[in-house]
């Protein structure tokens, strides 16, 4: 039986891993928060997705259940690879895409140093 998929965020490698059944299946570059707004380490879910939620959140904005923080694309592509948000998770718009349609609501996301 296969378990359902969950998110690591790795803060060391700036990368967003996809897990099912203990395995990476894909693998995501992103952007996390600057030395003043840095990311929180943690688990958490995903907890509402929007489409197009406007201003700098790209295509797609999903939740975490940490109030204020998610996993969203970017108007600003080059910022990818880099600690430049206000915590949150950025990635490509067409990545954020692809992850949102592979991910429920509900899904567990695990941020790590």
Excluded at 29 to 40: D, E, R, V, Y
Excluded at 52 to 65: A, E
Excluded at 91 to 106: T, W
Aim: aromatic share 8%; charged share 15%; with cysteine.
């Amino acid at each position: 039986m296969m378990t359902n998929p969950y998110i690591i965020v790795d803060l060391s490698d700036l990368m967003l891993y996809l897990l099912q059944d203990d395995k990476v299946v894909r693998g995501f570059p992103i952007a996390t928060g600057a030395m003043l707004s840095q990311t929180p380490t943690g688990e958490y879910t995903i907890v509402n997705k929007a489409i197009n939620p406007g201003g700098p959140f790209g295509v797609l904005w999903m939740g975490l259940s940490k109030p204020h923080y998610g996993i969203h694309g970017t108007n600003d592509p080059s910022s990818i690879g880099h600690k430049v948000s206000h915590g949150c998770i950025r990635m490509f718009n067409e990545d954020v895409l692809q992850l949102s349609s592979l991910v429920n609501i509900g899904t567990s996301v695990i941020i790590r140093r």
